[in-house]
């Protein structure tokens, strides 16, 4: 059974705190992506991996980075957490397109900023 | 850019009502269509999804969803929702040669025992 797993389901940090979300898949897939998700504006894409050390920008990646070292780990980091980047964090994984699109995603972690 | 509209932001249905959720998409070329859903406190997951072939697709629990290239339009269907539909369903695209999917907003159904 395919599985992605992220570090928390929820978190509570301080503005200005450094925050890392970690996203661990076991399904051997290339891709790797991180959304957000808010009431009423559904999911966005922050950024996405299509294999070790490479990472693209998705469509709201400021304020944030990514780390991925290694195949099955994806991390998000808030460099300096603001309020605004209070949210769902939904980590998916995929194979390369051709074979399967389909995301796989995580349970989510649900970031409060205080 | 590529964007996906889905209409409906809320729907509310009766048990044994029928249910189409209305999805289109901006993108002219060769598109995989998806719908997934996120039951109430679960992970999202696909529901079914079109990548070519017949244009009428069928998902898990007695979803499906026909393919209208003429109308970029990929709208969900059941003829008779339960209870147990009450969920958020979003529609998504990509544009087949590039991984990353688009999602649209979201339409959360809440079905009426």
């Known amino acids: 059974d395919v599985k992605v797993t992220q570090s928390s389901r929820y978190l509570v940090k301080r503005t200005g705190e450094k925050v890392f979300l970690e996203c661990v898949q076991d399904?051997?897939?290339?891709?790797m992506f991180w959304y957000r998700q808010d009431p009423g504006l559904g999911l966005r894409l922050i950024y996405f991996?299509?294999?070790?050390?490479?990472?693209e920008k998705g469509d709201i990646p400021e304020g944030y980075s990514v780390s991925r070292e290694k195949k099955e780990r994806f991390s998000l980091i808030l460099e300096s957490a603001s309020t605004n980047q209070t949210s769902m964090y939904l980590c998916?994984?995929?194979?390369?397109?051709?074979?399967?699109?389909?995301?796989?995603f995580g349970p989510g972690t649900r970031l409060t900023v205080l | 850019a590529q964007s996906v509209s889905q209409h409906n932001h809320h729907v509310i249905l009766s048990e044994a009502a029928s249910l189409e959720l209305g999805c289109n998409y901006s993108?002219?070329?060769?598109?995989?269509l998806f719908w997934y859903v996120q039951y109430p406190g679960q992970h999202l997951q696909l529901l079914l999804k079109?990548?070519?072939?017949?244009?009428l697709v069928k998902g898990i629990k007695g979803f499906e969803a026909e393919f209208i290239k003429s109308k970029f339009s990929f709208n969900l269907r059941k003829p008779s929702v339960q209870w147990s539909d009450t969920a958020e369903y979003f529609c998504?695209?990509?544009?087949?040669?590039?991984?990353?999917?688009?999602f649209g907003k979201g339409t959360r159904l809440h079905i009426l025992p």
């Open positions: 399904m051997d897939h290339e891709n």
């Open positions: 998504a695209v990509n544009e087949g040669r590039d991984d990353k999917i688009i």
């Open positions: 991996s299509y294999d070790v050390k490479m990472k």
């Open positions: 079109y990548f070519s072939g017949d244009p």
């Open positions: 998916a994984s995929s194979p390369p397109t051709g074979w399967s699109d389909t995301q796989y």
């Open positions: 993108y002219g070329g060769t598109v995989n």
